[in-house]
């Protein structure tokens, strides 16, 4: 297939401006090397390994399996006991990785060393003025979350459809969309309304090559755009997951004055890793976006890729058509 350019496929050397979400628990080789070596940009995420050297065997694999460019997400929150993030940092330079997606909290901390070792760092934000702050402190492109996104929306509430060209007005690096993206439909809104690409997080989920339980990607290709749930609202730390009896409750409890202590338990990764490891879809929490609605069977990643350009091209070519372009 002829590739799909834009600034951010040209930054990167990739042939499409299609991107992988960095998922947790979910960006292992198989599923990024399957994007890359069809022309997107696959993401292995850091975190997803337990430790800095099962990184660096988890980026050998991804190697073996593809020759394409293809990089990895290094999620950084705060945390009383945070991850060891300068030994996973220097996995990733030592692996001789050249692109990684930073998440969560301010990239700052980590451009000196990123700078240094050649790698450009993709930043995903769910707001302008976060997007803004990351071009300031160097970052080579932009991930924006819309509102639909599955996972942290950020709390401005604002959707694609606003966010994506209010971006692109505040911006001079390239960057890309992410939140409300399956299809090649909406991989042609988001160039149109000035982005260079879109990230797609739920639609890669439901792949073959996806490594959680086919009870969950069924779960995805059922479930329509109302079916998530927004927790942790009260608490100004807003999440997009699956809607469940898990995830119901967690709303009715908050909603009703409790506070963290009182859903912990039912929050916890090691239940939400319980979904996704034995297809118990009532055993914790998991992130889902709105775009489920939009899913309706479980491709290859590579054809995902393709397909999505494809579709892509002809939207495009369909509008200039109807109005004489």
Not at 184 to 189: E, I, S, T
Not at 255 to 272: E, T
Request: glycine share 12%; hydrophobic share 45%; with cysteine.
């Amino acid at each position: 297939m002829t590739a799909l350019r834009t600034p951010f496929t040209e930054l990167l050397g990739i042939e499409h401006p299609v991107v992988q979400g960095g998922m947790m628990w979910v960006g292992r080789a198989e599923l990024a090397a399957a994007v890359s070596e069809a022309g997107g940009l696959g993401l292995v995420t850091a975190l997803t390994q337990p430790t800095p050297a099962d990184l660096a065997a988890e980026i050998a694999r991804t190697r073996k399996l593809t020759d394409k460019p293809f990089g990895v997400n290094l999620t950084t929150l705060p945390s009383i006991n945070p991850p060891p993030y300068d030994e996973y940092r220097r996995a990733i330079v030592d692996s001789g990785v050249t692109i990684v997606e930073t998440a969560g909290s301010s990239p700052e901390p980590h451009m000196d060393f990123f700078h240094e070792h050649g790698v450009r760092v993709i930043h995903k934000c769910t707001s302008v003025r976060h997007a803004v702050k990351a071009e300031r402190v160097g970052v080579a492109a932009v991930s924006i979350d819309g509102f639909e996104c599955a996972g942290h929306p950020g709390e401005d509430d604002i959707p694609g459809l606003v966010l994506v060209p209010a971006t692109a007005d505040a911006l001079s690096i390239p960057f890309i969309a992410s939140g409300g993206f399956a299809d090649g439909r909406g991989l042609a809104a988001a160039l149109v309304l000035g982005a260079d690409g879109v990230n797609m997080g739920t639609r890669f989920l439901c792949s073959a090559e996806s490594p959680i339980a086919e009870e969950v990607k069924r779960r995805i290709v059922a479930a329509t755009e109302l079916d998530t749930n927004l927790i942790f609202r009260p608490l100004r730390n807003t999440a997009r997951v699956a809607k469940n009896a898990v995830s119901d409750e967690v709303v009715r409890i908050l909603n009703g004055g409790g506070s963290f202590p009182d859903v912990r338990d039912l929050v916890a990764g090691s239940r939400g890793r319980r979904v996704f490891d034995e297809g118990d879809l009532e055993a914790g929490i998991w992130s889902a976006g709105l775009v489920q609605g939009l899913i309706h069977d479980v491709p290859p990643a590579g054809e995902i890729v393709t397909r999505v350009v494809r579709e892509a091209r002809a939207a495009l070519g369909a509008v200039l058509a109807k109005f004489g372009g």
